[in-house]
């Protein structure tokens, strides 16, 4: 078990597209052992997703666990879930609005719009092919991820910066606030 460097908000790591994943490198032991840190790493820092870009590697992998005693009670568990080069291949019109937080933007959370629903295609830690609809807080996470994979992190997609918030602060003022969490999905830290 290592419990993996996180890259901060500036690093040009966080801003650069990640490259595929081959077939070969996935089935190195490396590989493999390096996806286990990420989800130590996700799991130790109490974050609902990370993605490889996040800990310094620029390849497309991703991670998503949620469970019902989180940090984040009201959203739904996720069982563990590893991609990679995951592609969303359809986005709902219908979308919802939440709060985001980033193990890579410390102590921030922000109102991001997002599809209700996707369609995403990938593949798992041994290279199956994977493709399946995620919706609600699923949909966010993923949503959330992949865009790390493209260099995208929560901030761009805000489309009203007033709700920009410090963590205290939100605890404060915003976190009971139903009506600025239309869809019910509480703040995620991904
Ligand atoms: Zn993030």
Known sequence: MAILDVA?????????????????ESQTSAFQTFLDDMIDTMREKDGVGLAAPQVFQSVQAIVIESDENSRYPANPALSLLVMLNPTITVYSEETLEGWEGCLSLDNLRGMVTR?????????????DPISMDAEGFLAV?????????????FIDRMQDFRTLTHLPEYNLYWSGQQAVSVSGVGPTET
């Open 8 to 24: 901060k908000l500036g690093n040009p790591i966080l801003r650069k597209k990640a490259r595929l994943v081959s077939v070969q």
């Open 115 to 127: 599809s209700q629903k996707i369609h995403v295609d990938g593949f798992n830690r041994f290279m």
């Open 141 to 153: 996470v993923f949503q959330h991820e992949i865009d790390h994979l493209n260099g995208t992190l």
